[in-house]
Every structure is written in structure tokens, then in C-alpha cells.
């Protein structure tokens, strides 16, 4: 199984949120959801997402 990792303002030194599941907006908001049931939230929006790498970069504010 591939999840996504999230890296915040691509700092691929720090992970964010590991086994990513499910993300979704609701205005400048994130909430990050993990296999395991974390919920993590961050005031930013999606920089980029790499499918291949299963990667996802946000830009805090």
C-alpha cells in the first residue's frame, strides 16, 4: 500500500502527516486524515501533489 506523505512548504526534513488517507479543504483550512485515524490541521493550501512519489506538498500561512 502507497500513501501520501505531507511535508509542509517542502520540507522533506520534516514529516507532517505519514499514511495519509484523506484530505480535504474547507477554505484556507486542511484537515489531514491517517490510516490510523489521526486528524491532523494546518491553515495553508496545496502546493503540489506527486502521484508518483505519493507526496504532497502544502504551503502554510
Request: hydrophobic share 40%; with cysteine; charged share 20%.
Amino acid at each position: 500500500m502507497c500513501l501520501a506523505k505531507v511535508y509542509l512548504n517542502h520540507d522533506a526534513s520534516n514529516t507532517f502527516a505519514d499514511s495519509v488517507t484523506n484530505l480535504s479543504q474547507k477554505g484556507n483550512t486542511l484537515k489531514i486524515t491517517t490510516l490510523f485515524g489521526e486528524e491532523k490541521v494546518v491553515a495553508g493550501e496545496i502546493e503540489s501533489i506527486d502521484f508518483t512519489d505519493s507526496v504532497i506538498n502544502i504551503a502554510t500561512k
